[in-house]
């Protein structure tokens, strides 16, 4: 199994900026979509970002243009640059690692997800 380690969050200021990065304890990357979900108080987990295994991005509309999706396959590490912050940004933060592999009986599907990482955005 793969354990995702989130880390980067805290506390930060409207306008500034927060990286977060997951690393990944097994070289998965090459085989995977990589996603970043972020989950505020009340509501329900929220697509963010996706990176894709050619490198193709995408950003939900409230993130678009502040924040980047990136990887680092070598290192098996997942970063979200985070810039002009917004008070909503608050939220916890989840990394995610999903895929296909070939099994015995046909494709096999993965999916693992990290403990998350608080990110507060003081006004």
């Known amino acids: 199994q793969v354990q995702l380690v989130e880390s980067g969050g805290g506390l930060g200021q409207a306008g500034g900026s927060l990286r977060l990065s997951c690393a990944a304890s097994?070289?998965?990357?090459?085989?995977?979509?990589l996603e970043w979900y972020r989950q505020a108080p009340g509501k329900q987990r929220d697509l963010v970002a996706t990176?894709?295994?050619?490198?193709?991005?995408n950003y939900a509309d409230s993130v678009k243009g502040r924040f980047t999706i990136s990887k680092d396959s070598a290192k098996n590490t997942v970063y979200l640059q985070m810039n002009s912050l917004k008070p909503e940004d608050t939220a916890v933060y989840y990394c995610?690692?999903?895929?296909?592999?070939?099994?015995?009986?046909?494709?096999?599907?993965?999916?693992?997800w990290g403990q998350g990482t608080q990110v507060t955005v003081s006004s």
């Open positions: 990176i894709t295994r050619s490198g193709s991005t």
């Open positions: 995610s690692v999903k895929g296909v592999v070939q099994g015995v009986d046909g494709p096999r599907t993965f999916a693992y």
């Open positions: 097994r070289s998965i990357f090459s085989i995977s979509t």
